[in-house]
């Protein structure tokens, strides 16, 4: 397992705990009624002078998961493409396979503000944030590497042993 991808996968489960906390908050001053149920559009122009505090934090919010989202399918990218275990790839394939759907349960709390929405939305949020605990978890743990990297280390120590 190479550094690189532990802490690509580390920092994706992070942010993705973060996402949650400000979701959390985001629900519970009701941003998403700012919006007036004019989703993907807000108050303000673009978004970009949002009108006031409860717009700001929507649109906090909404930069914020396009980054844990690019984090996401980048980890499943990296995990893919490297030779991980296959439950790591599988995890975080579950996490990705699931972000389209979250998006949407999201723009669904701006349409349907209310309990059932909230609780599909953090739903779907906590499968992602489990998936994404399980792969950081094996990459930490998984002994075995790539083939790539034990033959790279393997040739380091041999070349240390001439």
Same mark, same amino acid.
């Given at each position: 397992?190479?550094?690189?991808?532990?802490?690509?996968?580390?920092?994706?489960?992070?942010?993705?705990?973060?996402?949650?906390?400000?979701?959390?908050?985001?629900?519970a001053?009701?941003?998403? *009624?700012?919006?007036?149920?004019?989703?993907p559009?807000? +108050?303000?122009?673009?978004?970009?002078?949002?009108?006031?505090?409860?717009?700001?934090?929507?649109?906090? @919010?909404? *930069?914020?998961?396009?980054?844990?989202?690019?984090?996401?399918l980048?980890?499943?990218?990296?995990?893919?493409?490297g030779?991980?275990?296959?439950?790591?790839?599988?995890?975080?394939?579950?996490?990705?396979?699931?972000?389209?759907?979250?998006?949407? *349960?999201?723009?669904?709390?701006?349409?349907?503000?209310?309990?059932?929405?909230?609780?599909?939305? @953090?739903?779907?949020?906590?499968?992602?944030?489990?998936?994404?605990?399980?792969?950081?978890?094996?990459?930490?743990?998984?002994?075995?590497?790539?083939?790539?990297?034990?033959?790279?280390?393997?040739? @380091?120590?041999?070349?240390? +042993?001439?």
């Amino acid at each position: 397992m190479t550094t690189r991808f532990r802490r690509l996968v580390a920092t994706t489960t992070v942010l993705t705990f973060a996402l949650i906390l400000l979701g959390v908050y985001t629900g519970a001053i009701g941003a998403g *009624l700012t919006c007036e149920a004019r989703w993907p559009f807000c +108050d303000g122009w673009m978004g970009l002078f949002p009108a006031n505090w409860a717009s700001f934090v929507e649109w906090f @919010h909404r *930069l914020v998961a396009m980054i844990t989202g690019f984090g996401i399918l980048g980890s499943t990218i990296a995990a893919w493409r490297g030779e991980y275990s296959r439950r790591i790839k599988l995890a975080t394939a579950v996490a990705t396979v699931v972000l389209p759907v979250q998006v949407l *349960l999201g723009a669904n709390t701006i349409f349907n503000f209310g309990a059932t929405a909230q609780v599909l939305h @953090h739903g779907a949020a906590q499968l992602i944030f489990g998936a994404m605990v399980a792969a950081t978890a094996w990459a930490y743990t998984d002994t075995a590497e790539s083939p790539s990297v034990q033959s790279a280390d393997t040739q @380091h120590t041999a070349r240390a +042993d001439d």
